[in-house]
Nanobody, 126 residues
Framework: QAQLVASGGGLVQAGGSLKLSCAGS????????MAWFRQAPGKEREFVAA???????KYYADSVKGRFTVSRDIKNTMYLQMNSLKPEDTAVYYC????????????????????WGQGTQVTVSS
């Protein structure tokens, strides 16, 4: 399975924006759906957003709809544009990929993935 590394996190004030990136082996990811997850302190890792490799369909957790936008480029780098950030968005953000449809990634649990790469810390101050 392709190893993915998330980057672009940082410290931002509430209402601010950040753009995360997720990179891995471009060739291996060309037919993979990709997704963002996050894990806040003391909480389980949760789904944030996913994007299909074929149709470009996008899926979002209710908590981020209208504020976050997931995208991917022709090199299969995935991005997460995060606007109107809230303190509750504070978490380590991870990315992953799977050959299953993007719609399936919405309900997959962390243990459904064989491995996880390095995450990036996002801290939103109030």
């Amino acid at each position: 399975q392709a190893q993915l590394v998330a980057s672009g996190g940082g410290l931002v004030q509430a209402g601010g924006s950040l753009k995360l990136s997720c990179a891995g082996s471009g060739r291996a990811l060309s037919r993979y759906s990709m997704a963002w997850f996050r894990q806040a302190p003391g909480k389980e890792r949760e789904f944030v957003a996913a994007i299909s490799w074929a149709s470009g369909h996008k899926y979002y957790a209710d908590s981020v709809k209208g504020r976050f936008t997931v995208s991917r480029d022709i090199k299969n780098t995935m991005y997460l544009q995060m606007n109107s950030l809230k303190p509750e968005d504070t978490a380590v953000y991870y990315c992953n990929a799977d050959r299953r449809p993007a719609s399936s990634l919405v309900t997959m649990t962390p243990s459904d993935f064989s491995s996880w790469g390095q995450g990036t810390q996002v801290t939103v101050s109030s």
